[in-house]
């Protein structure tokens, strides 16, 4: 079993920046393909990124690319997530999954990940 913990949440302005982290218990982290997730107050969870067991493939949301980067240190258990020039419509609460696999292959869908942390809240302010 994988616990997952989410920080690095907060308030920021528009066009500022924030890493959040996602720290992992056990010693099979890299076992697992990560992903980050946000919800927003009243709409549904959607897909921001991903990244490959080995960093080696990494996916992103159309509404983040070019904007946000994840990344991860299997030596450290962690996975992040580099937030730029963020804008309100970014303003959520941030949650990490893992999913178990070793190949390449990256899922977008929240009900294919295994475990998941208990969110951080990200507020950009206008």
């Known amino acids: 079993q994988v616990q997952l913990v989410e920080s690095g949440g907060g308030l920021v302005q528009a066009g500022g920046s924030l890493r959040l982290s996602c720290a992992a218990s056990?010693?099979?982290?890299?076992?697992?393909?990560m992903g980050w997730f946000r919800q927003a107050p009243g709409k549904e969870r959607e897909f921001v990124a991903a990244i490959s067991w080995n960093g080696g493939n990494t996916y992103y949301a159309d509404s983040v690319k070019g904007r946000f980067t994840i990344s991860r240190d299997n030596a450290k258990n962690t996975v992040y997530l580099q937030m730029n020039s963020v804008k309100p419509e970014d303003t959520a609460v941030y949650y990490c999954?893992?999913?178990?696999?070793?190949?390449?292959?990256?899922?977008?869908?929240?009900?294919?990940?295994?475990?998941w942390g208990q969110g951080t809240q990200v507020t950009v302010s206008s």
């Open positions: 999954a893992a999913h178990r696999t070793t190949n390449q292959n990256l899922v977008v869908t929240h009900g294919e990940y295994d475990y």
């Open positions: 056990g010693r099979t982290f890299s076992s697992y393909a």
